[in-house]
């Protein structure tokens, strides 16, 4: 599967932005999604990930209370609205995507997943 990450840009502290991650090929409700990002000279940090189905969902703890991850299978595209946005967000923001569904932890981590877009930057300025 191909990933292609857009809505990336320059923002204000507090406001808020929404990034959308397409998916190719037919078999998008198959995957897990998740967003990742990587702040320069920082490893790559979870954000979030919606399971197959988009009944459940799991956020990072930097992020939890002001971003939501939802997902539409129909458009296979996976969403990140981002509010009450801090200088600390900045950084690349990475859509993957994983045929894996199961444990938590593991879809929490990088290995986890088996396809990543190309990022979409997210400055926000204070």
């Known amino acids: 599967v191909q990933l292609q990450a857009s809505g990336g840009g320059l923002v204000q502290a507090g406001d808020s932005l929404k990034l959308s991650c397409t998916a190719s090929?037919?078999?998008?409700?198959?995957?897990?999604m998740g967003w990742f990002r990587q702040a320069p000279g920082k490893e790559r940090e979870f954000v979030a990930v919606i399971k197959r189905t988009g009944g459940t969902t799991k956020y990072g703890d930097s992020v939890k209370g002001r971003f939501t991850i939802s997902r539409d299978n129909a458009k296979n595209t996976v969403y990140l609205q981002m509010n009450s946005l801090k200088p600390e967000d900045t950084a690349i923001y990475y859509c993957?995507?994983?045929?894996?569904?199961?444990?938590?932890?593991?879809?929490?981590?990088?290995?986890?997943?088996?396809?990543w877009g190309q990022g979409t930057q997210v400055t926000v300025s204070s």
């Open positions: 993957a995507a994983t045929t894996y569904n199961y444990v938590w932890s593991y879809l929490g981590t990088t290995a986890g997943y088996d396809y």
């Open positions: 090929g037919r078999t998008f409700s198959s995957y897990a």
